[in-house]
Nanobody, 123 residues
């Protein structure tokens, strides 16, 4: 079964840092882009950023100077490093694979998803 296993979420104070890992299980991350999304209660799923197979990244404007995405193909893992966290960053965070190696904001393009991990930022 192809899936991502996520870990690393949690509770942090405003201004704190967290790193979420996303490890592919049942398949190799050899050619896909990997995107990050988040969903807060009563809000639509929001694109956070992505990393393509070649290593290029894109992060949403509101987090461009706070969030970093990286990957290690040998570990079949992608990370989302978050710093300077704000209460409005509180959400469930998901990683997902895009099979055409596209960095797209459209979640329908992603075909394998992680289970989601909760990030809560207290004020």
């Amino acid at each position: 079964q192809m899936q991502f296993v996520e870990s690393g979420g949690g509770l942090v104070q405003t201004g704190g840092s967290l790193t979420i890992s996303c490890t592919a299980s049942g398949f190799r991350l050899d050619y896909q882009a990997v995107g990050w999304f988040r969903q807060a209660p009563r809000r639509a799923r929001e694109f956070v950023g992505c990393i393509v197979n070649g290593g290029g990244t894109h992060v949403l404007d509101s987090a461009e100077d706070r969030f970093t995405i990286s990957r290690d193909k040998s570990k079949n893992t992608v990370w989302l490093q978050m710093s300077g966290l704000k209460p409005e960053d509180t959400a469930v965070y998901y990683c997902a694979a895009e099979p055409r190696d596209r960095c797209t904001v459209h979640h329908q393009a992603y075909d394998v998803w992680g289970q989601g991990t909760q990030v809560t930022v207290s004020s």
